[in-house]
């Protein structure tokens, strides 16, 4: 819809699915959504500045939280003892010999629950195994 009412503006890709649902290390979760933005982008981007920058955005999505509690990216929800739910906003763009004169601008809402506690999920790090349902909406 917004990208209707910009002049010269179009979609190249959406998503709007369930991305993991099972026990897996973050790390590996990470490289698994790396790659489907890849893919939802519909553009080749070699620029290795980006994809750090995406690597970077998608880390803080599942660890280093504990800072981020209070922040208007993240939204937390259905607390309790033994599952923490959470939205988790991100946006990306990029313009540059890759993408010509068009910038590709990439926004993306997860929808993460995880299998441990609130307290507990603020420390996870990229080490760190549990059980995840990842929706990814792009």
């Known amino acids: 819809q917004i990208a209707n009412g910009i002049p010269n503006a179009g979609v190249t890709g959406t998503i709007n699915?369930?991305?993991?649902?099972?026990?897996?290390?973050?790390?590996?979760?990470i490289s698994q959504i790396k790659e489907i933005i890849?893919?939802?982008?519909g553009l080749v981007i070699?620029?290795?500045?980006?994809?750090n920058s995406v690597v970077s955005a998608i880390t803080n999505t599942f660890t280093n939280l504990e800072p981020q509690v209070d922040e208007n990216w993240i939204v937390w929800r259905n607390l309790s003892a033994t599952q923490t739910s959470y939205?988790?906003?991100i946006l990306f763009s990029i313009q540059?010999?890759?993408t010509g004169r068009f910038m590709a601008?990439?926004?993306i809402a997860f929808e993460?629950?995880?299998?441990?506690?609130?307290?507990q999920l603020l420390f996870i790090t990229i080490k760190d195994s549990a059980r995840y349902a990842v929706t990814m909406k792009a």
Do not use: C
Not at 18 to 29: G, L, P, R
Not at 38 to 41: E, F, G, Q, T
Not at 112 to 119: A, H, S
């Open 17 to 29: 699915q369930s991305v993991i649902h099972q026990t897996i290390e973050v790390s590996v979760m």
């Open 38 to 41: 890849r893919s939802v982008l």
């Open 46 to 51: 070699n620029s290795a500045n980006f994809w």
């Open 87 to 89: 939205f988790y906003k």
């Open 96 to 98: 540059n010999e890759d």
């Open 105 to 107: 601008i990439l926004p």
């Open 112 to 119: 993460i629950t995880v299998d441990v506690q609130k307290q």
